[in-house]
């Protein structure tokens, strides 16, 4: 695939999010009927899910003031309490930003990748993202083949997209779409255990890639610590990763929770979500919303 590289100026640092117009925005607000809200993102918690556990240190959650810090206070007099969060930018439900990889020395857009230094991403920053409210399609694949999950280095194709597109009556993608894949392996946390979910997982295939460049969404999510399928096809390490983010500007988010979403039925919604706008952050944790 060719890539979009100053497709939207040489100076573009939000990619394929330029898809999101005003357009595509009414597009996803006209799809509210009953204005009913569910939650895409896992707890932040010690015990996890997270992503990549092997190298990333669990979200740490600290007292600053508790209750102990009251004891001898005085009836009537206010009390408060406060906290620090400590996490991984890519460890809980996250976008990746478009400086998240490289190679040959090139980010996406040809940015230099030695602008990401010790002190954080000078261009492709998460925080240059901003916020999103669009149309959002689920295409839950675990559920068209009536499993609880997929299997580990199942590879969806394109042939799953389109059967699972004409099982929900979803007849195609348009630009600015963002395109969320349910494989059920976030679901099956307890049961995989933090090794097997970490290790060889389902997800997209360069096809699906390909079809998702093609229709010119602008962003693919999955309920996985990847997206792309673990390992790929080629046996290379995270090639969608370099094609979606480094070559076609298209960020991933990772680690969505779906199952609530794809159990009432509701495959096309208002998605909406903004990173967490970490200046020079290579990710960001994500709260997203579907709203129907």
Not at 283 to 292: D, E, T
Request: one cysteine or more; proline letters at 5%.
């Amino acid at each position: 695939m060719d890539s979009r590289w100053h497709r939207w100026g040489p100076d573009d640092q939000r990619g394929a999010l330029n898809f999101v117009d005003t357009a595509a925005t009414l597009r996803g607000v006209g799809l509210v009927r009953r204005g009913e809200c569910f939650s895409l993102c896992i707890p932040i918690r010690r015990s996890g899910p997270i992503a990549g556990t092997r190298t990333r240190n669990r979200p740490l959650h600290l007292m600053r003031v508790d209750g102990g810090d009251y004891a001898d206070a005085e009836a009537g007099s206010l009390c408060v309490a406060d906290d620090y969060v400590f996490l991984p930018t890519h460890g809980c439900t996250h976008i990746d930003a478009l400086c998240h990889v490289w190679t040959d020395g090139q980010l996406y857009n040809g940015y230099d990748s030695r602008s990401v230094r010790s002190t954080g991403a000078r261009q492709l920053s998460v925080h240059t993202l901003g916020p999103v409210l669009t149309r959002g399609i689920l295409l839950d694949i675990a559920g068209l083949l009536d499993v609880a999950y997929l299997e580990a280095g199942f590879v969806i194709r394109r042939t799953h997209v389109e059967q699972a597109m004409a099982r929900q009556g979803i007849e195609d993608i348009r630009p600015g779409d963002a395109v969320l894949v349910r494989t059920g392996w976030l679901g099956a946390y307890d049961e995989l255990g933090e090794a097997r979910f970490e290790g060889h997982r389902p997800g997209i295939g360069r096809e699906v890639a390909e079809w998702l460049t093609a229709g010119e969404a602008c962003a693919v999510g999955a309920d996985t610590a990847s997206v792309e399928v673990v390992p790929s096809e080629d046996g290379s390490v995270m090639p969608l990763h370099l094609e979606l983010l480094r070559n076609q500007g298209v960020p991933l988010i990772e680690l969505l929770v779906l199952d609530e979403l794809a159990a009432a039925g509701h495959h096309e919604f208002l998605l909406a979500f903004n990173p967490l706008p970490v200046v020079g952050g290579t990710g960001g944790p994500l709260a997203p919303i579907a709203v129907v």
